[in-house]
């Protein structure tokens, strides 16, 4: 049993750093309250364990000091109710004033406090000691369940660790989670392990297909990414998107994944467009055959054919970044496809891990996010960690 799931929070006050940094609409309703809820079952096991919750986060990008509209205090009704309803939640409008200080202090067993966007203070970011260490004050023991900001060596999200003893901080359910998956999938994989990498950019994706050339067996490159990839082997791509300053690197990769004998596929057609537009003019075409004037937005079906099977044999999946522009529905069969090959895949059982904003959004829109192994709720702090970066909030914890 995890370290978190171990611990008896009874008497304890527990300050959980969690990640509510929620879309809202102009009358601050939440439009996508997934981040609040992905972290509910940490924080009601402290408050069941009979301990007390004091939650802090960051909330969008306040500029310089509080603003209105990046209070934490529009999220409390929805916290509140996303507890059950009976729980008191309180809520400090200065997350290390005297006030958050003493109502941390009177807290009871079963209740939580929300103190105020965290970012108000520009020690946050910076990573601040003293800013770290009047945070810490308020708790007796760290819970880090903000997967989403792992990759930030931030005051709450890193620093403010070195304040607990070793038996006093660790990750919530959430955050453990996501560790151990992205852990399976980078240092336990079973073979044959498929990365599926696409979305808009090569120059966003080189560190991970590079650092996925000494683990996976086969990458699939697809998106507008991968006529980049198309032209550096000689193709024609016509209007498609091409990074002209990433061309050599394309043919480092290519060379690079022949010499370590791991197979990059590229999509060998594409649903070609005569404009960038939901109501473009569309057909079928290899990839290295576009005319001028029309653009790859999509991968064709001899791709996904190719595509899937290659995903049916593997046992371990990665899957970042769409196949084609999956926002407009004559350019989502690919990412569609792919996405019902991960699923079948899994159910035949390969682990599959989904994650950055694009293909998590893909796998929700299909109704398939429970058909995966897991989808990842960090979207830079995931591709962070398939680069083989050490991730600071996950390094402050177990050192
Ligand atoms: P990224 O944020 O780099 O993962 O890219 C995601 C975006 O890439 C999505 O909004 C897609 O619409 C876009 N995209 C995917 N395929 C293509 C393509 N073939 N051409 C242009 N944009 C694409």
Redesign the pocket.
């Known amino acids: 049993m995890s370290t978190f799931s171990n611990h008896n929070f009874s008497g304890e006050k527990a300050l959980v750093r969690v990640d509510f940094n929620v879309p809202l609409d102009e009358n601050f309703n939440i439009t996508d309250d997934t981040r609040m809820t992905a972290t509910i079952p940490t924080i009601k096991k402290i408050l069941n364990d009979g301990g007390a919750v004091i939650l802090m986060s960051h909330f969008g990008r306040p500029k310089d000091g509080p603003e209105d509209k990046y209070s934490l205090k529009h999220l409390l009704k929805h916290l509140h109710q996303l507890l059950g309803g009976e729980t008191k939640v309180f809520f400090a409008n200065d997350c290390i004033s005297e006030q958050a200080q003493l109502t941390s202090q009177v807290l009871r067993p079963g209740e939580v406090l929300l103190l105020e966007n965290l970012r108000f203070y520009k020690e946050e970011e910076k990573g601040d000691k003293a800013f770290a260490e009047k945070l810490s004050k308020l708790g007796d023991v760290y819970v880090n369940d903000a997967f989403g900001t792992a990759h930030r060596a931030h005051a709450s999200t890193a620093v403010i660790a070195d304040y607990f003893e070793k038996d006093k901080k660790m990750f919530g359910l959430l955050m453990e989670a996501e560790v151990i998956s992205a852990e399976k999938v980078l240092h336990g994989s079973q073979k044959p392990f498929t990365a599926i990498i ?4 090569v120059s ?2 080189i560190l991970i297909i590079e650092n996925l050339l000494e683990r996976a067996t086969d990458i699939i490159i ?6 980049t990839f198309m032209k550096a082997r000689g193709g024609n791509i016509g209007n ?2 091409c990074e002209d300053d990433r061309l050599d690197t394309a043919k480092e990769i290519l060379e690079k994944a022949k010499q370590k004998n791991v197979s990059i596929h590229l999509p060998e057609t ?1 649903v070609i467009a005569d404009k ?1 537009a939901a109501d473009a003019n569309t057909k079928d075409c290899p990839s290295d055959q576009i005319p001028e004037g029309w ?4 991968i064709g079906p001899k791709a996904i054919g190719i595509f899937s099977e290659v995903i049916g044999k593997s046992k371990t999946i990665l899957w ?9 529905e004559k ?1 989502q069969n690919g ?1 569609k496809s792919i996405a019902l090959a991960i699923a079948a895949a899994t159910e035949k059982g390969a682990f599959s891990l989904v994650g ?4 998590v959004a893909a796998v929700n829109k299909f109704n398939l996010a429970d058909k995966v192994s897991y989808v990842s709720t960090g979207g830079g702090a995931l591709l962070e960690y398939f680069e083989g970066k050490e991730l600071p909030g996950i390094a402050a914890i177990k050192k």
């Open positions: 696409g979305g808009a950019k966003d994706k697809g998106g507008g990414m991968a006529y498609s998107l594409s960038f653009m790859g937005l999509d970042n970044g769409p196949m084609g522009v999956f926002e407009m350019f990412t950055g904003g694009d293909s």
